[in-house]
């Protein structure tokens, strides 16, 4: 089990480790998207890009960048991932809705 700190809500989440961001914020209540993201995602697929987090600490307890996000978010700063996309492999910081 690790935990994951969420930074805006104040929050820290006990998961499974390989657990994904995305269904660990959603199911923990956490907002993720903006009213854009909330109209259009995609529903975890990596194809919207809409459910974008920076990580604040931690990116070496998570899954390295997959080809969808480096597509999605080659503008975007390397702290910058994919909710949908990352996976937890130990304790971590996130920041929600960054941009």
């Known amino acids: 089990m690790s935990r994951i700190r969420f930074v805006n809500e104040d929050q820290e989440i006990e998961v499974t480790e390989e657990d994904d ?5 959603l199911d923990s209540k956490i907002d993720l998207y903006t009213f854009k993201g909330k109209l259009m995602n995609c529903g975890g697929y990596g194809q919207c890009g ?16 997959t080809p969808v ?31």
Do not use: H
Request: charge should be positive; proline fraction near 8%; hydrophobic fraction near 40%.
């Open 69 to 99: 996000e480096n597509v999605k978010l080659k503008r975007k700063p390397e702290t910058f991932r994919l909710a949908c996309q990352t996976l937890v492999l130990g304790p971590a910081s996130i920041k929600t809705k960054p941009l």
């Open 21 to 25: 961001l995305r269904s660990v914020a």
């Open 50 to 65: 809409t459910c974008i987090i920076e990580v604040v600490e931690g990116m070496d307890n998570l899954s390295p960048r």
